[in-house]
């Protein structure tokens, strides 16, 4: 067989998130250009992506669905290796979801390594702007979903962190519809009475959800897609 060609972005450094998987990436990502199966739709992102056990709650509608997402991936990485694990497979859908690991520049000790607020949102709707417009420029549909609300007692940036994550969910819902993609609020059901911080019963640490969330988060997504008018992804229905 010969072996497609393939878009590699490489590594970024030693202590990048994305690094982790890259070899493992690549290898799959060639075996899908080189066997051609079609693919409905590349979910894009970070540890929330990552440990979502796809095949247990979506069914693709003809193709494949993959999974890209990273734990500890930022934006900025994401927005670098789109073009090979998105744009190279050439799905019908990409569901992106990432922006919280920015946010962790909140809490460096070393105040020459802390971020403003102002800064990590601009970095957010930056980078997934640009994601939106590759997408677009390609013919793929592009979801863009909120980031979801946090709970994490033990940090002390919890609540800066929540009004960043509402503040910044807005700016996306509002880059989403000026570029006529689809905005998935995640943060509107998975959000407590305060609408800031993530209700209780939805995941173990207060920031990864748990199958009860995902539950959740795949019923927000099939329902947002399906009134967009993309069918793609169904929902797999699981007794709980």
Not at 154 to 175: F, Y
């Amino acid at each position: 067989m010969e072996r497609p060609s393939l878009n590699r972005p490489g590594l970024f450094s030693l202590a990048a998130a994305a690094d982790s998987r890259r070899g493992v990436f690549d290898g799959h990502n060639e075996a899908l250009l080189a066997t051609g199966l079609p693919i409905d739709a590349v979910f894009a992102g970070d540890s929330i992506t990552d440990m979502w056990q796809l095949d247990c709650f979506f069914a693709a509608q003809a193709g494949l669905m993959m999974n890209r997402g990273i734990g500890g991936d930022r934006t900025p990485f994401i927005r670098r290796r789109f073009a090979a694990d998105v744009l190279h497979l050439r799905p019908s859908l990409v569901v992106f979801k990432s922006g919280v690991n920015n946010t962790w520049d909140l809490d460096p000790w070393d105040p020459m390594e802390r971020r403003s607020e102002d800064e990590i949102e601009d970095e957010i709707v930056r980078d997934v702007s640009a994601m939106i417009a590759m997408a677009q420029a390609a013919g793929i549909a592009i979801a863009i979903c909120s980031m979801l609300p946090t709970d994490i007692p033990s940090n002390g940036n919890t609540p800066v962190r929540n009004r960043l994550i509402a503040r910044t969910n807005e700016r996306l819902r509002a880059s989403a519809k000026a570029a006529g993609a689809v905005y998935v609020d995640y943060h509107r059901h998975l959000v407590d009475a305060d609408g800031l911080t993530l209700k209780p019963g939805l995941a173990d640490d207060g920031l990864h959800p748990h199958v009860g969330g995902y539950g959740l988060m795949a019923d927000v997504l099939v329902d947002t897609l399906a009134a967009a008018g993309i069918t793609v992804l169904s929902r797999r229905p699981i007794r709980m």
